[in-house]
Structures are given as C-alpha cells and as structure tokens.
C-alpha cells in the first residue's frame, strides 16, 4: 500500500486534495477535503478528512471497507506532510 498527494488546491479551495493510493495491484485516484486540523511541528497532530470521490473499479466494491481502513492508516503514517512532518504522534479522522 503506498499514497501519493498529486494536487494540492490553493486559496479557497486550500483543503481540497487528490491522491494517488496504491491497493494490491490497483492504483485508485481519491479526492479528499481537509475540514479541520491542528498541526505544530514537535507536537501531537491531527487531520480530519471528508471523502468525496474514490474511483473504485466494479471488482473491488467488496473490499470498500478494507480499503478505506487501509486509507485511513495509510494517511495517519503521511502525517500532515509525509517525509517532511515533524509531528510527534498523529491522528486521522476520516469520514466517508
């Protein structure tokens, strides 16, 4: 399982993203609005994210719930910048 931000939006739509999310042998494209956050670098942080799109083939439909667990853990490990956070500890809140 691997995530990808490939945009990031600025001014008013800042909170609006899309990811690349790596599942099995399946590239899906996930769109994700941040709603609220708390962040500080050397500190515990947290995201809460709103799903709004997941291009999820037909063949996948059953699997939804492990790939959207697998989605939440997948961005508590990125933290509020991948390789680049200097958070502590993190959380994700992930509404779908």
């Known amino acids: 399982m691997r995530l990808r931000c490939i945009s990031w939006g600025r001014e ?3 909170g ?7 599942w099995g042998h399946e590239i899906l494209t996930v769109s994700l ?3 609220r956050s708390d ?4 500190r515990p942080g947290w995201i809460h994210w709103k799903l709004e799109e997941m291009d999820l083939p037909f063949n ?12 939440k853990e997948a961005l508590t490990v990125y933290k509020d ?4 956070s200097m958070s502590t500890d993190f959380k994700v809140i992930l509404d779908v």
Not at 16 to 22: A, E, L
Not at 81 to 84: A, D, H, R, S
């Open 33 to 35: 609005s941040m709603v």
């Open 12 to 14: 008013e739509a800042s």
């Open 60 to 71: 996948l439909e059953d699997k939804r719930e492990e790939i959207l667990t697998a989605l």
């Open 39 to 42: 962040t500080r670098s050397g």
């Open 81 to 84: 910048g991948g390789i680049y």
């Open 16 to 22: 609006d993203t899309r990811w690349n999310f790596y």
